[in-house]
């Protein structure tokens, strides 16, 4: 099964209030990241914690980590139409002596004006 | 910051016809790049990981003979797929790995067979 999993997978909210995503996993991680797809765009990296860090900010996005549970949740303060955009998390695999990006489902954030 | 490009952003192609995607690195050396595809609504699936000067590593059920990769120098990836089909049109983005293990993503490119 697949490596981080977000809730909701859809999310709509007015502008000016917060957004939370919640990412799961299954197996122990070094670290764990956050992106950001605009529709038809690339990804943004938008924050990494490490497997020892519980929380961190950047900007108005606070990330927090539980490993006990293996899970990891996004919070948008403040929202913006800007922020409306897929935010998916991503952990690290390692197979085969190699490591790659696992990335779960994906949530759609809706910000309205 | 690091700044990774891809060539063409969008691509029209007929049936059995070859396509060759470019995924740059503009401001870093990338010794590891990466190949994703995206399907509507889905997301992100590694395809293979691409490492200058050695063959890429292919992930399970993607086909290496139609997926050509080519990592010839440490800023330059290509992905070609060859005798493309409808199905194979998606969004391929490439990511480029600093040395300090940051991936950063092209803008993708939206591949249409028709």
């Known amino acids: 099964s697949q490596q981080g999993e977000e809730d909701p997978q859809a999310l709509s909210i007015q502008e000016g209030e917060n957004a939370t995503m919640n990412c799961s996993y299954k197996?122990?991680?070094?670290?764990l990241q956050w992106y950001r797809q605009n529709s038809g765009r690339g990804l943004v990296h938008l924050i990494l914690?490490?497997?020892?860090?519980r929380e961190k900010h950047s900007g108005r996005l606070r990330v927090t980590l539980d490993t006990s549970k293996k899970s990891s949740s996004l919070l948008i303060t403040a929202s913006r139409a800007a922020d409306t955009a897929s935010y998916f998390c991503?952990?690290?695999?390692?197979?085969?002596?190699?490591?790659?990006?696992?990335f779960g489902k994906g949530t759609k954030l809706t910000v309205n004006p | 910051g690091a700044v990774v490009s891809q060539h063409p952003s969008w691509v029209i192609c007929k049936s059995g016809t070859s396509v060759k995607i470019e995924c740059r690195s503009l401001?870093?050396?990338?010794?590891?790049m990466f190949w994703y595809r995206q399907f509507p609504k889905q997301s992100l699936m590694l395809m293979a990981t691409?490492?200058?000067?050695?063959?890429?590593?292919?992930e399970q059920g993607v086909e290496k003979d139609k997926f050509l990769i080519n990592h010839a120098s440490l800023t330059l990836s290509t992905l070609t797929v060859t005798s493309a089909h409808p199905e194979d049109s998606s969004f391929y983005i490439c990511?480029?790995?600093?040395?300090?293990?940051?991936?950063?993503f092209g803008p993708g490119t939206r591949l249409t067979v028709t």
């Open positions: 990511s480029a790995e600093t040395d300090w293990w940051e991936q950063y």
């Open positions: 197996t122990s991680i070094n670290n």
């Open positions: 914690i490490r497997s020892n860090e």
């Open positions: 991503a952990t690290v695999k390692t197979q085969g002596g190699s490591e790659k990006l696992v």
């Open positions: 401001d870093f050396q990338a010794t590891t």
């Open positions: 691409s490492n200058e000067g050695s063959k890429a590593t292919y």
